[in-house]
């Protein structure tokens, strides 16, 4: 089992930035590729971004590319996801998930993942 623990949510204002962070323990690390999803009320589960496990490969949904950077910290079992330049459209829950991986692909589905976190809200106001 992989326990992920996110932090970091809160509100904003358009145009800033907040950075999340994930948690993970259980097992190691450096085994698993992560990723970032988001889920907003009444819509589905969507892929923000994924890194793999040695963080030298990354994918971005198209609606963050450029705003958006996931970055991960073996040595402290951490990822995150730093958000600049914020939208009222990327207030969701967070969510942080975790795929035990063997090779450099970046997965964007989330069947894909098999760990997940409770979530945390990010608010963005206009």
């Known amino acids: 089992q992989v326990q992920l623990v996110e932090s970091g949510g809160g509100l904003v204002q358009a145009g800033g930035s907040l950075r999340l962070s994930c948690a993970a323990s259980g097992r190691t690390f450096s085994n698993y590729a992560m990723g970032w999803f988001r889920q907003a009320p009444g819509k589905e589960r969507e892929f923000v971004a994924g890194i793999n496990t040695r963080g030298g490969s990354t994918n971005y949904g198209d609606s963050v590319k450029g705003r958006f950077t996931i970055s991960r910290d073996n040595a402290k079992n951490t990822v995150y996801l730093q958000m600049n330049s914020l939208k009222p459209e990327d207030t969701a829950v967070y969510y942080c998930?975790?795929?035990?991986?063997?090779?450099?692909?970046?997965?964007?589905?989330?069947?894909?993942?098999?760990?997940w976190g409770q979530g945390t809200q990010v608010t963005v106001s206009s």
């Open positions: 998930a975790a795929r035990l991986s063997f090779s450099d692909t970046v997965a964007a589905g989330t069947r894909a993942y098999a760990y």
